[in-house]
C-alpha cells in the first residue's frame, strides 16, 4: 500500500511517502522553491506542493498513479462547520477569507488532476490522468499532528497533545493513544491559542509572525519575566487543565507593557524582559494543560506535536517535571510533519500497519558523488576526494584548528534542525564562535547556536533529557562551562543534539576525532544556509553558499574543499 501524504493548508507545504507503514520520503517544498517556509505566511489559500510530491516520488521511482491515495492534513468539511454559530459579530472580510478557502480546498484535488501548475518536467511521473484516479481523503488537522507524533513514536500508548496557531477551529487538542487509535480527550479552539498568543508578540517584539518565533524564545534568556503579572491575565489559567487567551489585552500589548519595536530597531531591556515574560507564561500554561491530564489519564508516556512544541526551552520544562517515563517531540513539529500525520491515518483506515517504520529523520534528497563533481565543475574549481574513513580525520583536524566548515552528505533531515547532514559546525571550544557563525549567516547577535555531543559522553557536559534532535534544553554543567563557551546560552542552558554510531555514523566518528585532538568532543552545529533562505537542497546551492560566505571548508559528498588561509 503506497499512500503519498501532503500539507499545504497554511504554511510549511510538504510531502510524505509510505509504504506498507515505512516511512520513505518526507520534505519541505521550501527545500525546492527556495521560499522560507515554501511561501511567505497565507492562511486561506491552498496549493499544491507540486515540488516536493515530485520530489517523493522520484525516490522511490513511483508514479502518481501507483498511489494508494492522497492523504491531506485539513478537513474543509470541520473547518466550514466550525464556523457555524460564529456568524455574528465575525468581521465580513475574514468570513469571506474563510469561505474562499473552502472554495479553494475543494478545489485543490481538481486542480491537480487537471493538470494545472503540473511543470512538463515532472509530467512522466504525476499525470493529470492518473491524478484523476486516485482517491483523495481529507484529514483534520490536529488529529494529523497527534497521528505524526503517536504513529511514529514506537509506542502503544501514549497521552498526546497538540499545541499551535489553529487548525479547523482546534488550537490545543489532547488526545489518548492507544493501539490502533487517537481518542480525543480534551480541546481549545479559536480564539484560545498558545500559539497565536506567542506569534503576537513575536510581531510585537518586531519579528515576523508565525516564522520568527524562535527568536523570542531566544531572546527571553536575556531578559527578566517582569511583566508576568500582565501576561497571567492575558493568559489565564482555569481548573480542569482548561486556560483562555484575552484576545483583547494581548492587542493591546503596546498601551498595558511597551509599545511595539520597529523591526531592525534596537533591542532594549524592555524587550527582552517582554519576550521572557511571554516565554514563561506559554512554559506555565503548557505545563498547566499537559500536568492535568497526565493526571487524569494515567499515561506515563508523551507525544508532542504542533509548531509550538518547536519550543525547545517549554519542551526542557516539560521534561522535568518527571511525569513521564519517555517524551517523543516529532522532529518536524510544524505543519510540515502532518503530511506523515495524515499519511499515516489513511494506512490505517486501509488496514494498513499502526506504527509507521521511521529508519531515521534523515528523509529528504541526496546526490551522489558523480552529481557533487559536476557542481564542483560547473564552479570551476578541483576537489580533493577522499575515502569514508579520511574525511572524518580531515574535518575533524581543520575544526580542531579553529575553521568552520560546511557538511553536506547523505540525505537532507526532515523538519527544521540541521542534524549534521547539511550543518555548519566549529569548536564549541572558541569563545567567538557563535558570534563569527551569526555573522556568516546575518543572524541575530543573541542568537544561540546548538551543541552536538556524543552520546556517553552527554552526562560530562550536560544535565537534561537526552535527544537526537534538539528539541530540549539542558544546563550546561558549570564545570564544562568554560570547556564549550560557545555552545552555552545567556541563562547556562543549551539546545543539545545526542549522535549515537546508530543514529549518525558519520557525525559520531567526526566528534571522535575531533575529540581526539581537543580533548572535548563538542561540536556546534548550525544549519547550512544563511538568513532568510531555506537550508540548501542541492550541490550547487551549497557550493554557492560555501564560496560567497566566510566558511573556511566543506565537506561534501566525497569530496573536500577549502579556501585559502
Avoid at 30 to 43: A, L
Avoid at 374 to 399: C, N, S, Y
Wanted: charged share 25%; proline share 5%.
Amino acid at each position: 500500500m503506497i499512500v503519498l501524504g501532503v500539507n499545504s493548508y497554511f504554511e510549511h507545504p510538504s510531502a510524505a511517502l509510505l509504504q506498507d507503514g515505512r516511512l520513505l520520503f518526507a520534505a519541505e517544498d521550501e527545500r525546492f522553491t527556495g521560499i522560507k517556509h515554501g511561501r511567505r505566511y497565507s492562511p486561506y489559500r491552498s496549493y499544491f506542493p507540486i515540488d516536493a510530491v515530485y520530489r517523493a516520488l522520484d525516490h522511490a521511482d513511483l508514479r502518481l498513479s501507483d498511489v494508494d491515495e492522497i492523504a491531506y492534513s485539513y478537513h474543509r468539511w470541520s473547518h466550514l462547520r466550525s464556523l457555524r454559530g460564529c456568524l455574528t459579530g465575525r468581521r465580513l472580510s475574514s468570513l469571506r477569507e474563510e469561505l474562499n478557502a473552502f472554495a479553494n480546498l475543494a478545489n485543490l484535488a481538481e486542480s491537480l488532476r487537471s493538470g494545472y501548475d503540473v511543470p512538463q518536467r515532472y509530467r512522466h511521473r504525476i499525470r493529470p490522468q492518473d491524478a484523476r484516479r486516485v482517491p483523495f481523503r481529507e484529514w483534520p488537522h490536529h488529529l494529523s499532528h497527534a497521528a505524526s507524533a503517536f504513529f511514529c513514536s514506537g509506542w502503544d500508548e501514549a497521552l498526546t497533545v497538540v499545541c499551535d496557531g489553529a487548525g479547523e477551529n482546534a488550537c490545543t487538542s489532547v488526545f489518548a493513544g492507544r493501539g490502533r487509535r487517537l481518542v480525543p480527550v480534551a480541546q481549545e479552539t479559536v480564539p484560545d491559542s498558545l500559539g497565536i498568543f506567542y506569534s503576537l508578540v513575536t510581531q510585537h517584539l518586531g519579528f515576523e509572525p508565525f516564522s520568527d518565533e524562535f527568536k523570542v524564545m531566544g531572546l527571553a534568556a536575556y531578559g527578566e519575566p517582569r511583566f508576568s503579572t500582565e501576561f497571567r491575565r492575558i493568559v489565564v489559567l482555569l481548573p480542569g487543565g482548561r486556560y483562555r487567551v484575552d484576545v483583547r489585552r494581548l492587542r493591546a500589548l503596546g498601551r498595558l507593557v511597551t509599545a511595539a519595536r520597529v523591526p531592525g530597531a534596537p533591542l532594549e531591556q524592555v524587550h527582552k524582559d517582554l519576550a521572557a515574560s511571554a516565554q514563561r507564561r506559554l512554559e506555565e500554561a503548557l505545563e498547566h494543560v499537559i500536568a492535568h491530564y497526565a493526571k487524569t489519564t494515567g499515561l506515563r508516556k508523551l507525544c508532542l506535536a504542533g509548531g509550538t512544541f518547536l519550543n525547545c526551552v517549554a519542551n526542557g520544562r516539560i521534561a522535568r517535571l518527571g511525569l513521564f517515563d519517555d517524551i517523543f517531540v516529532q522532529p518536524a513539529a510544524s505543519d510540515a510533519g502532518t503530511a506523515v500525520g495524515a499519511a499515516a491515518l489513511s494506512t490505517i483506515r486501509r488496514g494498513g500497519s499502526t506504527q509507521v517504520s521511521v529508519p531515521s529523520y534523515f528523509l529528504g534528497t541526496e546526490y551522489d558523488d558523480d552529481a557533487v563533481e559536476a557542481a564542483f565543475a560547473m564552479a570551476g574549481v578541483k576537489p580533493e576526494r577522499l575515502p569514508e574513513h579520511e574525511m572524518a580525520g580531515r574535518l575533524g583536524d581543520r575544526l580542531a584548528r579553529g575553521r568552520i566548515a560546511a557538511v553536506f552528505r547523505g540525505r537532507m533531515e526532515f523538519g527544521p534542525r540541521a542534524l549534521g547532514n547539511r550543518s555548519l559546525l566549529a569548536d564549541a571550544a572558541v569563545p567567538d564562535m557563535r558570534d563569527r557563525l551569526n555573522r556568516i549567516k546575518g543572524r541575530e547577535d543573541f542568537r544561540p547556536v546548538a551543541p552536538i555531543v556524543p552520546e556517553n559522553a552527554f552526562d560530562e557536559f550536560f544535565d537534561g533529557h537526552r535527544n537526537p534532535y534538539m528539541l530540549f534544553t539542558s544546563t550546561v554543567r558549570p564545570a564544562a562551562r568554560e570547556r564549550i563557551p560557545a555552545a552555552v546560552h545567556a541563562d547556562g542552558t543549551a539546545r543539545v543534539q545526542v549522535v549515537s554510531a546508530q543514529s549518525s555514523p558519520f557525525l559520531d566518528v567526526l566528534l571522535r576525532e575531533f575529540g581526539a585532538r581537543t580533548g572535548s568532543p563538542v561540536l556546534i552545529n548550525t544549519s547550512f544556509n544563511v538568513r532568510g533562505k531555506p537550508i540548501v537542497e542541492s550541490p550547487q546551492e551549497a557550493l554557492a553558499c560555501f564560496f560567497t560566505s566566510g566558511i573556511d571548508c566543506i565537506a561534501i559528498g566525497g569530496f573536500f574543499h577549502e579556501k585559502d588561509v
